[in-house]
Structures are given as structure tokens and as C-alpha cells.
């Protein structure tokens, strides 16, 4: 059966000992209370990765970067590569975000180029798709999905699809406090789910965790969660309060 997840993207937020911090009391409350059936990770800023590794039992945090280069390595001032966060004890990396999208210009060759160096370093990795409120709006959410994961992680190979958990993030939802309804989420998971069949056969779709994200938080986990297609979240705001991240994991029962 496939995995349930919830990770929490903490974006750029919390200095490095507020950070620390944050990681203990969700790493205390993961071993005392959180649901063991869950995978719980935590994507913080490149900086807090090394001291964060640290303070985490990965027998029930994994961690997380929110980027990673698009080049191997040498010349390129600012940036940090796949091999490095390996280096650095990384589990995941979460590429094409819509914010990475948006501010930073990332088209598809840049994220197919992050995800094969990404897979090249051993990295698992969470992909981001979804639409904007005027695709939603003109109808045409289906098409932009099925666009964004056609031009980059179905060009992959099965074997290495298998290192991927996609998260579908309408972008109208991202720290709006707006919601997919239930209904739009499982529609849209479903939807996901049929199209990776299609490319990949019915087994592997089944195996592959689908995340939903924008907005996901103790109040509306549960109603999120209960659908058969949503295997977790991948949460912003609300993972910055152990309390409350800790909630929507254990929001499954
Ligand atoms: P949000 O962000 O939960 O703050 O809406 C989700 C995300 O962008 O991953």
C-alpha cells in the first residue's frame, strides 16, 4: 500500500535557533504522539538543514530541502547542490513549487534538470503541480496538470518514478486561506492518479503518494484526508506550530 505523508514546507521562515527549536518540539511530539502509519517530514531552509538533521530521530522525521541547483556544481555563486544535500544527510527535495515557478523562473528544463540531478544524488523528491485561478477559472485545471507532469516527471523512466511523491498545490489556495473543497482535491487526485496509470501502469499509480496542499490545517485535515486519493499534505503556514503540524498528521484516524 502506498505511503501516507505529511510534510511540512517551512519556506522561508524561523531563524536557525528558532528553527532548532521548532524541529525538537515536533520531533518530541512525532515520538510521543504522532500516528506511526504516517511519514512525517519537514522541509526546512537550506541553512537549518545540517543543525536540524541533528535534533531529528529519522525513525520518525525525515528531512527535507525546499530546492536544490540545477547544475552539478562549479561556478554558480548562491546556489546549493543535490550532492551537497546529500552530503548533508537530505532525504527529499521538493521541486517546482509554484513559488519557484513564479518568483525564481523555473520552467520545465530547469525542473527536469533539478530532478535528474536530484535522482542522481540519491535524493527522493516531491513534486509540486497545479493551477492558477484563472486556469481554475476558465476551466482548464485539468490540462495545465496534466502539461506540467507530461513535460516532467512522466519523461522519466518506472524505476525512478518510483522515488517520486507528487503534491497537487492549487495555486489560488497557497496561503490564501482558501481551500480545495474535498471534492475539488479527491477530483483532482483521482484525476492524477489515472493519468500516471496511463503512463505508468495501474501499479505503480496505486504505490505513488499524491499530497494535497494550500491552506491545510488542523480545521480542515480530516475532511482532506478522508478521501482515498489524498495520502497527506504537504503544509506551509500551519507546519510552523509544532502543535498544529503534528494535528494534521495525526488527522488520518
Ligand atoms: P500553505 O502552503 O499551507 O501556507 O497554503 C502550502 C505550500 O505552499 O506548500
Keep these: 500500500m502506498r505511503k501516507k505523508i505529511v510534510a511540512g514546507n517551512w519556506k522561508m521562515n524561523k531563524t536557525l535557533q528558532e528553527g532548532i527549536d521548532l524541529a525538537i518540539e515536533i520531533n518530541k511530539l512525532a515520538v510521543e504522539k504522532a500516528d506511526n502509519d504516517v511519514d512525517i517530514i519537514i522541509a526546512p531552509p537550506f541553512i537549518h538543514l545540517t543543525e536540524v538533521g541533528k535534533v531529528i ?9 525546499q530546492n536544490c541547483a ?7 555563486t548562491g546556489e546549493v547542490s543535490a550532492e551537497m544535500l546529500w552530503s548533508a544527510g537530505v532525504d527529499y527535495v521538493i521541486i517546482g ?9 523555473e520552467d520545465n528544463d530547469i525542473l527536469n534538470k533539478k530532478i535528474k540531478l536530484a535522482l542522481d544524488n540519491n535524493l527522493k523528491i516531491i513534486f509540486c503541480c497545479g493551477e492558477n485561478l484563472e486556469q481554475r477559472e476558465a476551466n482548464k485545471h485539468f490540462e495545465v496538470i496534466k502539461k506540467q507532469l507530461t513535460e516532467t516527471v512522466f519523461t522519466l523512466i518506472k524505476e525512478d518514478f518510483d ?18 473543497t474535498p471534492e475539488q482535491a479527491q477530483e483532482i487526485h483521482k484525476f492524477i492518479r489515472s493519468l500516471i496509470s496511463e503512463k505508468f501502469g ?10 494535497y496542499g494550500g491552506s491545510c490545517k488542523p480545521a480542515n485535515a480530516k475532511q482532506l484526508f478522508v478521501n482515498p486519493d489524498v495520502d497527506g499534505g504537504l503544509i506551509g503556514g500551519a507546519a510552523l506550530k509544532a502543535e498544529d503540524f503534528i494535528d494534521i498528521v495525526n488527522s488520518f484516524k
Design 97 to 105: 513549487h509554484s513559488e519557484r515557478r513564479a518568483y525564481y523562473q
Design 70 to 76: 540545477s547544475e552539478q556544481q562549479g561556478a554558480f
Design 163 to 180: 522515488s517520486i511523491i507528487l503534491a497537487y498545490e492549487p495555486i489560488w489556495a497557497i496561503g490564501t486561506g482558501k481551500t480545495a
Design 57 to 65: 530521530d529519522r525513525e520518525h522525521v525525515s528531512l527535507s530541502s
Design 202 to 211: 495501474n501499479d505503480i499509480a496505486q504505490e505513488t503518494t499524491i499530497l
